[in-house]
């Protein structure tokens, strides 16, 4: 008789530890990929290959388009470009 009543019952308020399992699960996957994968420190999402910050060119392509631009000329642009390639380990040619 028991049996009877606990089958018609329904599932009970167990059932809802499932969806909620799994909305846990959804939620700390985003975090652990939020704070190790996706974002930097300021937020812009990385590129997958080189770890820098979409739209973040790098400093020897920013060097290269001020000097394109004029704001520095060439004695301070090959300057530049030297420390950056004893810094970085650069390759002016790419």
Request: with cysteine; glycine share 10%; proline share 9%.
């Amino acid at each position: 008789m028991a049996r009877d009543t606990l089958a018609h019952a329904g599932p009970g308020p167990w059932v809802l530890l499932f969806p909620l399992f799994w909305i846990c699960v959804a939620v700390a996957a985003v975090l652990l990929l939020r704070r190790t994968a996706w974002w930097d420190d300021r937020g812009a999402l990385r590129h997958p290959g080189d770890g820098r910050p979409t739209g973040d060119p790098s400093p020897v392509a920013l060097l290269g388009r001020r000097f394109a631009t004029g704001e520095t000329d060439e004695e301070e642009y090959r300057r530049r470009l030297s420390v950056l390639d004893e810094r970085f380990g650069t390759d002016p040619a790419g």
